[in-house]
């Protein structure tokens, strides 16, 4: 499938009459390449433009560069170069007074600190984002909107988080950005799946949800398909594996994280390895192999440690499971009480959330009344 978006801006180039503002849709168009997964190719167009600004550097030429650099490395590998890269792009872009650049480097950046649970920062990039008009960047707007959904989403209100999505995708359509529609599907089918499985690992387990949950994965794979996106590419096995384990189809989950987890790991996905390997623990551990599952439950404590979330509710309650299937009662109350704290922790956070959320809105309505 051919992207709306790629031809729009070789459509654009062709027609610019001077370098410097075909450079900037060229490096604009590499940061693209770069969040479809081709990245050699976004590298080689980035490297052409940087030789042409050696000896007489440009500020827009470099906060674009950077973004797209950034964005390479965030498909890459989901590795820490990203941000920096793209704290370079949005003060390049600044003090350049390139408001395209800046606007959507601050809605990435807002992307980065939602990620990080940052958000105070998060907050704060989204108020630069979306500042931005419609003629600025849809782009911009599509990617900050989708960063407001997916909050208020984490913190169970999908009531308001639906608008937002909504607003998200009319963008992406508009500017007809295929990779956008993609993050907004596997972004929202990643929050239902773990919500999915908070419930589960309480005992409240909802299997009409995890079906759904099962179909958005399902649908978000056929776009993906269909749109030919390259990077990233364990995310979908590995969601399609934590569903299948909510459905007690243990068997076809272990067999999805068994050929992906190395993929994953690479891909940067290492801040859920401990998820991950408490989800593998659960299927050995139903599927009879005793020693597998102590295995994989004792390397997940030891992950706990070294990636320490807001809500590890779900992996401690999955563990507490783990270790009653095992046996081993004082394992499973230490998690079991360890679940019940991060529960009450959660639902602090998500207060918080919300309380930060309404801080932005408060502040977006005080200079639309200016």
Not at 115 to 128: P, R
Not at 261 to 272: C, K, P
């Amino acid at each position: 499938m051919v992207s709306r978006l790629l031809s729009a801006l070789d459509a654009r180039i062709a027609k610019c009459h001077g370098l410097l503002e075909a450079d900037c849709l060229r490096a604009e168009r590499a940061a693209l390449l770069a969040r479809q997964g081709r990245l050699g190719e976004a590298h080689a167009a980035l490297a052409a433009i940087r030789a042409r600004y050696d000896r007489h550097p440009n500020a827009a030429i470099s906060a674009w560069a950077n973004l797209a650099e950034g964005l390479a490395a965030l498909y890459k590998d989901l590795g820490p170069l990203a941000r920096d890269k793209m704290r370079r792009a949005l003060a390049l872009a600044t003090a350049a007074d390139a408001q395209r650049v800046r606007v959507l480097s601050a809605a990435w950046l807002a992307s980065f600190a939602y990620a990080d649970d940052d958000w105070d920062a998060m907050v704060a990039h989204l108020d630069i984002a979306l500042a931005a008009s419609e003629s600025d960047s849809r782009l911009a707007l599509a990617r900050a909107c989708l960063v407001v959904a997916q909050a208020y989403h984490w913190c169970d209100r999908f009531d308001l988080a639906l608008p937002w999505y909504v607003r998200a995708r009319r963008y992406a359509m508009d500017e007809g950005d295929e990779t956008i529609l993609s993050a907004l599907m596997h972004n929202m089918a990643w929050l239902r799946a773990f919500q999915a499985r908070r419930l589960a690992a309480s005992g409240n387990a909802d299997r009409k949800q995890v079906l759904e949950v099962l179909l958005g994965t399902e649908s978000t794979a056929q776009f993906d398909r269909v749109v030919s996106t390259k990077s990233l590419q364990s995310l979908v096995p590995m969601l399609r594996a934590h569903v299948l384990a909510l459905l007690d189809r243990h068997a076809e989950a272990l067999t999805l994280f068994d050929t992906h987890f190395d993929a994953a790991m690479a891909e940067g996905l290492g801040n859920i390895r401990f998820s991950l390997l408490a989800e593998m623990a659960w299927c050995r551990a139903r599927l009879g192999d005793a020693p597998g599952a102590r295995r994989d439950a004792l390397a997940a404590e030891g992950q706990l440690e070294a990636f320490k979330l807001v809500d590890d509710s779900a992996t401690h309650g999955r563990l507490a499971q783990v270790f009653a299937a095992l046996d081993d009662a004082a394992a499973a109350e230490r998690h079991q009480a360890l679940a019940v704290r991060d529960r009450q922790l959660h639902a602090e956070r998500q207060a918080q959330g919300l309380e930060r959320l309404s801080n932005l809105a408060a502040i977006r309505g005080a200079r639309r009344a200016n």
